[in-house]
C-alpha cells in the first residue's frame, strides 16, 4: 500500500505561480511511475503531467511551457511547478504512483487549486 499525500494548493490570481508537493510512503526511485491529475466540478479526471522512473516527462498540451514535474526520488517526492497560472487550471489537483509492473494506481487526497482575481 502506497500512501500520497499532496500539499502547497491555494488561491493564486491569473499570470501567477504555485507549486505542488506529493510525498509517497515508499520508495518510488525503481517501480514507479509518477504523474499528476485534475479534476474539475463538472469534469472528468485528466492528466496534467507525468515522469517516469527513467526520467521521461509527458505532459497536456494544455500546459506544455507553463508546468514542469520533477521528482526526488531520495525524498520519494514529486513536485509540479506552475507558472503562468490561468482561470482555467483551477481544479483539485491528485499525485497519482502508477506501478510499472503490476499495473496498481494509488491516488493522494487532493489539493485544492483555485485561479481568480
Known amino acids: 500500500q502506497v500512501q500520497l499525500v499532496e500539499s502547497g494548493g491555494g488561491l493564486v490570481q491569473p499570470g501567477g505561480s504555485l507549486s505542488l508537493s506529493c510525498a509517497a510512503s515508499v520508495s518510488i526511485s525503481t517501480n514507479y511511475d509518477m504523474g499528476w491529475y485534475r479534476q474539475a466540478p463538472g469534469s472528468q479526471r485528466e492528466l496534467v503531467a507525468s515522469?517516469?522512473?527513467?526520467?521521461?516527462?509527458n505532459s497536456a498540451d494544455s500546459v506544455k511551457g507553463r508546468f514542469t514535474i520533477s521528482r526526488d526520488n531520495a525524498k520519494n517526492t514529486v513536485y509540479l511547478q506552475m507558472s503562468s497560472l490561468k482561470p482555467e487550471d483551477t481544479a483539485v489537483y491528485y499525485c497519482?504512483?502508477?506501478?510499472?509492473?503490476?499495473?496498481?494506481?494509488?491516488w493522494g487526497q487532493g489539493t485544492q487549486v483555485t485561479v481568480s482575481s
Open positions: 497519482n504512483a502508477h506501478h510499472r509492473w503490476f499495473g496498481f494506481d494509488y
Open positions: 515522469l517516469t522512473s527513467g526520467g521521461r516527462p
